[in-house]
C-alpha cells in the first residue's frame, strides 16, 4: 500500500501538472523522463481546467473497490492545451454524455485505500 506521502508527491495527480520538451515542445501527461525525440530536458506545465470529450464508455460492471459506483463513466478528454486525460466524469448521468462536450477538471475523492482508510484523491472531469 503507498503512503500518502507518496501521492500528495505527485504533481500529474493534485495539480495536473504535464512535462514539455524542451527539445520538440511535445507535452506530455503524466510526466515522462525521456522524450518520443530522445530528449530528457522538461519543464513543468499546467494542464488546463477546461476541455472536450474525444471519446468515453459507461462501465455498468465494475472491479471490487468501485462496485457502488455504476453506472459510471470514464472520458479520453483533450484539455484546451491539447493534453490527453483519461479521467472518471463525475455529477452526471452517462446518457448526458457526448463527444465534443465542454468540460472542467475538478479535484475529488478517487478511492479510500486498505483497512486504514486513507482517502486518495486526485481529478475527475464534470460538464460545463
Do not use: W
Not at 499546467?46 to 468501485?66: E, M, N, W
Not at 452517462?94 to 486518495?120: A, D, M, Q, S, W
Amino acid at each position: 500500500m503507498p503512503s500518502p506521502r507518496y501521492h500528495r508527491e505527485m504533481p500529474q495527480r493534485y495539480r495536473l501538472e504535464a512535462a514539455k520538451c524542451s527539445g520538440c515542445g511535445r507535452v506530455a501527461f503524466p510526466p515522462r523522463m525521456v522524450c518520443n525525440c530522445g530528449s530528457r530536458d522538461f519543464k513543468g506545465e499546467k494542464v488546463s481546467d477546461y476541455g472536450k470529450i474525444l471519446t468515453f464508455t459507461t462501465i455498468r460492471v465494475a472491479p471490487k473497490d468501485f462496485e457502488t459506483e455504476v453506472p459510471y463513466s470514464v472520458a479520453i478528454v483533450e484539455s484546451d492545451n491539447g493534453v490527453r486525460v483519461t479521467t472518471q466524469v463525475v455529477d452526471c448521468k452517462p446518457n448526458e454524455l457526448e463527444i465534443g462536450k465542454k468540460v472542467k477538471f475538478v479535484f475529488r475523492k478517487l478511492y479510500t485505500e486498505g483497512h486504514t482508510g486513507i482517502i486518495c484523491y486526485g481529478y475527475k472531469a464534470i460538464l460545463i
